[in-house]
């Protein structure tokens, strides 16, 4: 089984010296900013983070929450039930991206009226 060092972001010359290569290299990833939107408001079990995300295999869900995890992101609960129950959760650090999420939705929104589309959904 693979650590949690092993999910934890390559050595990037570029990442290390720019601010917004580093923030960008944490959002990076077909499904983090959808993960991101949908345990904004709260804790979510890997169902209906599965559920909320319909295309997303098993294995591209828990890659991305891995890495997520790695960067100090999101924290991973795991309660001592039988069946045993996990919760992911954004972490201090997470909830501190919740401007900048609400803003790049802001923006998205408008550049996809500029392009003639509508957001069906967020994320």
């Known amino acids: 089984m693979k650590q949690e060092r092993d999910y934890s972001p390559k050595i990037d010359p570029l990442r290390q010296h720019c601010p917004v290569r580093a923030a960008l290299d944490v959002l990076t990833g077909r499904w983090k900013p959808s993960i991101l939107w949908e ?37 991973r609960t795991v309660y ?32 996809l009226e500029r392009q003639g589309k509508v957001a069906a959904r967020p994320c």
């Open 39 to 75: 345990i904004k408001d709260g804790t979510r079990r890997y169902s209906d983070l599965q559920a909320a995300m319909p295309g997303i295999s098993a294995q591209a869900l828990t890659v991305q929450l891995r890495q997520l995890e790695a960067d100090g992101i999101i924290e």
């Open 80 to 111: 001592p039930e039988i069946p045993p129950r996990v919760e992911y959760g954004l972490t201090e650090h997470g909830l501190s991206l919740a401007t900048l999420m609400d803003e790049l939705e802001n923006w998205g929104s408008r550049h």
